[in-house]
């Protein structure tokens, strides 16, 4: 069975701090990683991660993926107030439905 | 732009009513999902649905059904609804092929009392 593990659960940080969301994996089929962003409304997608070692970047925000450790991270730098959010890291393995396997989520609160 | 939207923000309904939630999408995406979101465990998948009249059991779909007659719709069916199914239900669609990549609704917030 596919499992993911995010933390830290929750972060409380001041704007202009720079923090570090982790999500460690397990799986039997691996295909992609997903990041994804959800205020008091819908998740949006923010980055899918396939290969180990290549930087995906958008803005402030950034994520890599380590297919032989087994883990992700998420990078946001100078934060802003904006970014307070739950960060959801999703795995897609095993079927070529699409299934994705959830991590428990990090809610990440920006003070000004 | 992909649209995911579901018919209801906030539910309140009783113990043992039958709890129909609907999403629709105007992406012609095949694939639809049905998960609930609880604080601390993360969003968990119900039922998906990969055509139409095809669906197949997630992770937790005790408790709940799925219809999908039409390409663009999915219903999520409580038959009975309960205090546990007290829940955020949040509602996914996917294009065939190699993306995994999910757009969600809003989420139907359901109180059962």
């Known amino acids: 069975e596919d499992k993911v593990v995010q933390s830290p659960l929750s972060l409380v940080v001041h704007e202009g701090d720079t923090v570090t969301l982790n999500c460690s994996y397990e799986?039997?089929?691996?295909?992609?990683l997903l990041w994804y962003k959800q205020e008091k409304k819908a998740p949006t997608f923010l980055f899918m991660l396939?290969?180990?070692?290549i930087e995906k970047k958008s803005g402030r925000l950034s994520s890599i993926l380590d297919k032989k450790e087994l883990f992700s991270i998420l990078n946001i730098t100078a934060t802003q107030t904006g970014d307070s959010a739950v960060y959801l890291c999703?795995?897609?393995?095993?079927?070529?439905?699409?299934?994705?396997?959830f991590g428990q989520g990090t809610i990440l609160t920006v003070h000004p | 732009d992909v649209k995911v939207t579901q018919s209801s923000r906030y539910l309140v309904k009783r113990t043992g009513e039958k709890v129909f939630l609907e999403c629709v999408q105007d992406?012609?995406?095949?694939?639809m999902f049905w998960y609930r979101q609880d604080p601390g465990l993360g969003l968990r998948l119900i039922y998906f649905?990969?055509?139409?009249?095809?669906?197949e059991k997630g992770d937790i779909p005790e408790g709940y059904s799925v219809s999908r007659e039409k390409k663009e719709r999915f219903s999520l069916i409580l038959e009975s609804a309960s205090t546990n199914q007290t829940s955020m239900y949040l509602c996914?669609?996917?294009?065939?092929?190699?993306?995994?990549?999910?757009?969600f609704g809003a989420g139907t917030r359901l109180s059962v009392l």
């Open positions: 996914a669609s996917r294009s065939g092929g190699g993306r995994n990549i999910q757009y």
């Open positions: 799986v039997t089929n691996f295909r992609s």
């Open positions: 396939t290969s180990s070692g």
């Open positions: 999703a795995l897609a393995g095993g079927t070529s439905y699409g299934k994705l396997t």
């Open positions: 992406m012609d995406h095949e694939n």
């Open positions: 649905s990969y055509d139409v009249k095809m669906k």
